[in-house]
């Protein structure tokens, strides 16, 4: 899995439930790429798992300032995989989707693979825009040709970037994908490149949300399977050496939770966002703000802090939209699903990757509001506010849309799918063209 948040913690509880089953699970973690302050493995181990870090001299490097393309770390990174492989013996990979070439390698050494998606279904499809997009799909021929033309710009935009890629010596996930697939004699016919984010390699694709919360589809791919929110809500996300400040919060008015998670302080606007929130709360005294800036922002660039707003670096997400009325977030899926589950409307102000395609799903199924970060003013946010708490349909659709999610969670179906992975997987020689399909259970 790649070292970020929103890709590590969706796994936990897939993790849990198979460990629970009497399997062995063991995380190979790419290097911690960006430094916020602790460790992914730490984060990982804390969850009471096995983990093996790829490549950790890239680590190392990057940390001392050495910044080198990514493609120069791979051959150590499959080196490493390989002598994991030879040393454990795993039964099945299970591949973060933004990684098809570790996939590769599995498939290079004779074990099956299956993919995790921690974000939406990224192929394209004529009534599904592409997550960068916040477009909304209708039913019309405008809509199919303004989705049409988003993925036309997609595409352009993939060319122009592997061509920069090229002539800068580097190569883009596509042609690090066309050049592995080619040398490990993949199918390439499996292989879908009309896709945001990462190519798709045709192998069984967990997606770790509910398809209630997508656009509605005529059809699904069927190496699709969607596995429920995968949010463990019984989990205890503050960190031992962290107390949050209850007592600092007015229990007699609605609390609105901010955030723009944890590496809010990466986002080109997210300072001056966060400046905008406070001086639209500082006018509405009646309101209790609770806002959550990162541990790597300081609270001392923020001015005119009214008594209703407690400003802090960390706060428990899930502790916190029990009490909440409303969220203002940025739209990452995880964050976007913690609220669906709490029953709690979200005014959503998306930066990047999948948040804007996140962001038009809210509004689509009328959960909440969208907004522009980097043009939205103080008045404009209290109107938006105002309107959302007088409204109380917003959170009993998404109360409704919750239900949805936890009926599907009750089902465990991605462990149940994983099992029946391996059971199918047991009597097909791994390098066969089965590694395209799926089992024959779909769920």
Same mark, same amino acid.
């Given at each position: 899995?790649?070292?970020?948040?929103?890709?590590?913690?969706?796994?936990?509880?897939?993790?849990?439930?198979?460990?629970?089953?009497?399997?062995?699970?063991?995380?190979?973690?790419?290097?911690?790429?960006?430094?916020?302050?602790?460790?992914?493995?730490?984060?990982?181990?804390?969850?009471?798992?096995?983990?093996?870090?790829?490549?950790?001299?890239?680590?190392?490097?990057? &940390?001392?300032?050495?910044?080198?393309?990514?493609?120069?770390?791979?051959?150590?990174?499959?080196?490493?995989?390989?002598?994991?492989?030879?040393?454990?013996?795993?039964?099945?990979?299970?591949?973060?989707?933004?990684?098809?070439?570790?996939?590769?390698?599995?498939?290079?050494?004779?074990?099956?693979?299956?993919?995790?998606?921690?974000?939406?279904?990224? !192929?394209?499809?004529?009534?599904?825009?592409?997550?960068?997009?916040?477009?909304?799909?209708?039913?019309?021929?405008?809509?199919?040709?303004?989705?049409?033309?988003?993925?036309? !710009?997609?595409?352009?935009?993939?060319?122009?970037?592997?061509?920069?890629? &090229?002539?800068?010596?580097?190569?883009?996930?596509?042609?690090?994908?066309? +050049?592995?697939?080619?040398?490990?004699?993949?199918?390439?016919?499996?292989?879908?490149?009309?896709?945001?984010?990462?190519?798709?390699?045709?192998?069984?694709?967990?997606?770790?949300?509910?398809?209630?919360?997508?656009?509605?589809?005529?059809?699904?791919?069927?190496?699709?399977?969607?596995?429920?929110?995968?949010?463990?809500?019984?989990? /205890?996300?503050?960190?031992?050496?962290?107390?949050?400040?209850?007592?600092?919060?007015?229990?007699?008015?609605?609390?609105?939770?901010?955030?723009?998670?944890?590496?809010?302080?990466?986002?080109?606007?997210?300072?001056?966002?966060?400046?905008?929130?406070?001086?639209?709360?500082?006018?509405?005294?009646?309101?209790?703000?609770?806002?959550?800036?990162?541990? +790597?922002?300081?609270?001392?660039?923020?001015?005119?802090?009214?008594?209703?707003?407690?400003?802090?670096?960390?706060?428990?997400?899930?502790?916190?939209?029990?009490?909440?009325?409303?969220?203002?977030?940025?739209?990452?899926?995880?964050?976007?699903?913690?609220?669906?589950?709490?029953?709690?409307?979200?005014?959503?102000?998306?930066?990047?990757? /999948? +948040?804007?395609?996140?962001?038009?799903?809210?509004?689509?199924?009328?959960?909440?509001?969208?907004?522009?970060?980097?043009?939205?003013?103080?008045? +404009?946010?209290?109107?938006?506010?105002?309107?959302?708490?007088?409204?109380?349909?917003?959170?009993? &659709?998404?109360?409704?849309?919750?239900?949805?999610?936890?009926?599907?969670?009750?089902?465990?179906?991605?462990?149940?799918?994983?099992? /029946?992975?391996?059971?199918?997987?047991?009597?097909?020689?791994?390098?066969?063209?089965?590694?395209?399909?799926?089992?024959?259970?779909?769920?």
């Amino acid at each position: 899995m790649l070292s970020q948040t929103g890709h590590l913690n969706p796994t936990f509880k897939l993790a849990h439930g198979l460990k629970a089953r009497g399997h062995r699970v063991c995380y190979l973690s790419m290097p911690d790429w960006i430094d916020l302050g602790h460790s992914f493995a730490d984060h990982i181990r804390a969850h009471g798992f096995e983990v093996i870090i790829l490549a950790p001299h890239a680590q190392a490097e990057y &940390r001392a300032g050495i910044r080198k393309p990514f493609n120069n770390y791979l051959p150590a990174i499959g080196d490493d995989i390989s002598r994991f492989v030879e040393e454990f013996h795993p039964s099945l990979f299970i591949v973060d989707a933004l990684l098809p070439m570790v996939a590769l390698k599995a498939y290079e050494l004779g074990i099956p693979a299956a993919m995790l998606s921690v974000v939406l279904p990224r !192929r394209r499809g004529p009534l599904r825009p592409p997550l960068l997009t916040t477009i909304i799909p209708g039913e019309t021929p405008f809509f199919r040709m303004k989705i049409a033309a988003a993925w036309y !710009r997609n595409a352009w935009g993939k060319l122009v970037n592997g061509t920069l890629c &090229r002539l800068h010596g580097k190569r883009d996930v596509d042609q690090l994908t066309r +050049q592995i697939a080619k040398r490990v004699n993949y199918d390439g016919t499996c292989i879908r490149y009309d896709t945001v984010f990462s190519p798709e390699l045709g192998l069984p694709e967990l997606i770790v949300c509910a398809p209630d919360f997508d656009f509605p589809h005529r059809a699904t791919p069927s190496h699709y399977h969607y596995i429920g929110s995968s949010v463990e809500l019984a989990r /205890d996300r503050q960190s031992p050496d962290t107390s949050f400040p209850w007592e600092q919060i007015a229990a007699d008015k609605p609390l609105i939770f901010c955030t723009l998670g944890s590496e809010s302080s990466n986002f080109k606007h997210g300072q001056r966002f966060f400046q905008t929130v406070i001086d639209a709360f500082a006018a509405k005294p009646e309101w209790q703000l609770v806002m959550a800036i990162s541990r +790597q922002m300081e609270a001392s660039v923020f001015h005119g802090l009214a008594p209703n707003t407690l400003l802090v670096n960390w706060a428990p997400h899930l502790e916190i939209l029990k009490r909440a009325s409303l969220m203002i977030n940025h739209g990452g899926l995880g964050t976007v699903k913690e609220c669906i589950l709490s029953g709690v409307p979200m005014l959503v102000f998306p930066t990047t990757s /999948d +948040q804007p395609g996140n962001a038009a799903r809210v509004v689509y199924h009328k959960l909440g509001m969208m907004g522009d970060i980097g043009k939205v003013t103080a008045e +404009q946010i209290r109107s938006m506010v105002q309107a959302m708490l007088e409204d109380s349909s917003y959170r009993e &659709r998404t109360e409704a849309m919750g239900r949805k999610f936890k009926e599907m969670d009750a089902g465990n179906k991605g462990v149940e799918f994983v099992e /029946d992975l391996l059971a199918s997987r047991a009597s097909t020689p791994s390098r066969s063209p089965a590694q395209c399909r799926t089992p024959s259970k779909n769920i």
